[in-house]
C-alpha cells in the first residue's frame, strides 16, 4: 500500500510526528535508527540535522539528506498510533 504523508513535524528526542493522509497519526521514534543503520548517527552527532527533516515532492518519503532517509510505509507500519490533535 502507498502511503502518503499529509503533514510532518519534529518532536523532542528524535521523534517524528506524522499524519498520513488517511488521518492516521503516529510518533515515529528515529533513536532506533540511529543507533542501528549506517549514516543515521549523523543526525545525532550534527548539530541541527536531525531538525532539517523534510518532505518529498511524492510525499512517500522524509529525508535529511542524499544519505538519511525513511519512507512513508515504514512511519506507518512502526510508528506508534496517537490520537490527532
Do not use: H
Not at 504523508?5 to 503516529?26: N, S
Not at 543515521?40 to 536531525?50: K, S
Amino acid at each position: 500500500m502507498l502511503v502518503r504523508i499529509k503533514r510532518l513535524e519534529v518532536q523532542p528526542d528524535y521523534c517524528l510526528r506524522v499524519i498520513f493522509d488517511d488521518g492516521k497519526t503516529v510518533l515515529y521514534d528515529v533513536k532506533d535508527d540511529i543507533e542501528s543503520l549506517p549514516g543515521y548517527d549523523a543526525l545525532r552527532t550534527v548539530r541541527g540535522l536531525f531538525r532539517q527533516v523534510r518532505l518529498d515532492a511524492s510525499r512517500t518519503c522524509v529525508y535529511w539528506n542524499e544519505e538519511i532517509d525513511l519512507a512513508s510505509d515504514m512511519i506507518y507500519e512502526y510508528g506508534k498510533e496517537v490520537m490527532p490533535e
